[in-house]
């Protein structure tokens, strides 16, 4: 059952499930495009995070229950395919300043963490945190590891790490404690683009390692 | 034109943000205290979509270089009066001067400040350094124009005393629960609205930190989140972050309860060691509370 929750006094919070998963994803995307496509009255924006999707609404157009009555409408009568778009390739050079250290506590050499980092497909799970930062899944499970204990004030744009059961890339300067092996040239936020992030969520991406 | 002269602590260009554009993991951003940055644009005759300049602790001078009306509101200004509209004659400087008590100020000018909108607005946006004309916070010597986003004549008096919302600490501030209500034991948030909370001094546009000494507030980890403005995270030292108008889009700390939308401005304007009491109300008083502060600025003057 969909968990539907007040974000305040100008949004609700719908949560479908809490796994990362991709048929969650798949959910999560459908009940998204189901929203654009037959819009509530008084809906103003969507935005999607894993297993779960805020509405933001106006409440003098339409009242909370209201609008949760209408998403819950929805539930269960959604066609959720896992997405199956085209596999963009994104060009890493392994040389983050963290690649050794995740070869060390992983056990692994560093040419064995770039071969499973590069090694399968990812989904895009999420953008969001800050511009265009793109969250991908799922790591092998040989690369699982924590954050970093204390996260660094200045990670460059570009930059490739791993947290937990994650991949993510940054795509503009700005803090994290995720651990970097690698750095892509690939432009991943554009203010002047449209759409100004290179990913959204259920996009397919593979790293391609290069010299 | 107008000449920054000297910019001031933090002062940037800001306007009503560009919600709806977190999907691409850009934060709404706009005036941090959204109902003073209203009022400056009402008292000069503005389009209450025109940007304005928000300035944090200390207020910037600048020079202007043919007449234009201004107003100055929110927070306390030291060196200018607040609320009520001045004309700059050509050649004069606005002087804003020390900031308190409250923490940010607005400046508005008869037009608007004319930078280029980009990702439809015109407000800064530091996590992405885009925005707000120069992609960074004003700087002496940067110089921009009133633009044309005019909507009828200056305010002849001050904005009225009853028509504003008090500054200074302690802040009382309206919250309904959750979203994450469940990741918490049903104890937690009225120990939370039972205690006072402190402003600790690391605190931004992003958002501010409060601590609890009263209550220490443990919670189920979740999984990442869409996040809204005023969203009271509590993290796994059970410090809480409130988040403010350039807030990240997603999170990973349950959010125990989420500030009215009435009762942003208050947070925008609290100050490190200010102290902060939470109060939960339902849905129907956080709507009179917007319709409120939406009334004044509606009403003829």
Sequence with gaps: ?211 | MIEVVNPGRWTTIQDRGRPGRERFGIPPGGAADWFAAAVANRLVGNHLDAAVLECTAAGPSLRFDSERVVAVTGAHAADIETWVPHVMNRGSTLEVGAIGPGLRTYVAVRGGIDVPIVLGSRSFCQRGAFGGGFGRPLARGDRFAAGAMIDGAPLSNAWPDGHRLSIGSPWEVRVIGGPHADAFDRTALPRLTAVACRVSPELDRMGLRLQTPGVHLQADEILTTPVTGGAVQVTPSGEMIVLLSDHPTTGGYPVIATVITADLPLLAQARPGDTVRFREVDPAEADRAWRRLDGWLQLDM
Excluded at chain 1, 100 to 114: C, G, H, P, S
Excluded at chain 1, 123 to 150: H, K, M
Excluded at chain 1, 182 to 187: E, N, S, V
């Design chain 1, 1 to 211: 059952m969909w968990q539907i929750a007040a974000a305040g006094d100008r949004a609700l919070l719908v949560t479908i499930s809490s796994v990362i998963e991709p048929a969650v994803l798949a959910q999560v995307l459908s009940l998204d495009r189901a929203l654009q496509e037959r819009r509530p009255h008084g809906l103003i924006s969507t935005l999607t995070a894993y297993g779960s999707l805020l509405c933001h609404y106006d409440p003098a157009v339409i009242e909370r229950d209201g609008l949760a009555g209408e998403i819950r409408a929805f539930e269960g009568r959604l066609d959720a395919s896992v997405p199956t778009g085209s596999v963009v390739a994104v060009p890493v050079r392994y040389d983050g300043p963290d690649l050794a250290e995740v070869a060390a506590k992983t056990n692994l050499t560093t040419a064995a963490v770039v071969e499973l980092h590069a090694g399968r497909e990812y989904l895009v799970y999420c953008v969001g945190f800050a511009p265009g930062f793109t969250y991908c899944g799922v790591l092998d499970d040989r690369l699982v590891l924590p954050r970093r204990s204390s996260p660094r004030t200045r990670v460059p744009a570009g930059s490739v790490g791993i947290a937990g059961s994650q991949t993510g890339i940054y795509a503009v300067e700005s803090p994290g404690g995720w651990n970097l092996i690698g750095r892509t040239d690939m432009r991943l936020f554009d203010p002047a683009a449209d759409p100004p992030a290179r990913f959204k969520p259920g996009d397919r991406l593979r790293f391609v390692p290069v010299t």
